[in-house]
């Protein structure tokens, strides 16, 4: 194999790698269904949404302190919007 020949299989195999990471991160494909599927399919807002994605990744992203804290603010400012519309 020549080496632009090696290169670009590298360069292809990086690619997919790199797509995989951004379309299908593993922290996001666990378990039967991806968050993103559930969050579109029950219609979930900005806040609701990143409330599922936090907390349903933490366990698998190595950070679960971090995510849970960081569900709880999206779940919160959430609360404090529509308590200010009342």
């Known amino acids: ?16 790698h790199t797509a995989d990471l951004v379309n299908h991160p593993q922290h996001y494909t666990f378990g039967k269904i991806e968050v993103i599927d559930a969050i579109e399919d029950w219609q979930l ?15 698998h992203k190595g950070h679960e302190l971090e995510d849970l804290r ?9 609360i404090k919007n529509l308590e200010e519309k009342r």
């Open 45 to 59: 807002g900005f806040h609701e949404g990143n409330v599922v994605k936090y907390v349903a990744r933490a366990k």
């Open 1 to 16: 194999m020549s080496a632009k020949a090696g290169r670009a299989v590298k360069r292809s195999m990086w690619e997919e």
């Open 70 to 78: 960081k569900g709880a603010w999206y779940l919160n400012r959430r």
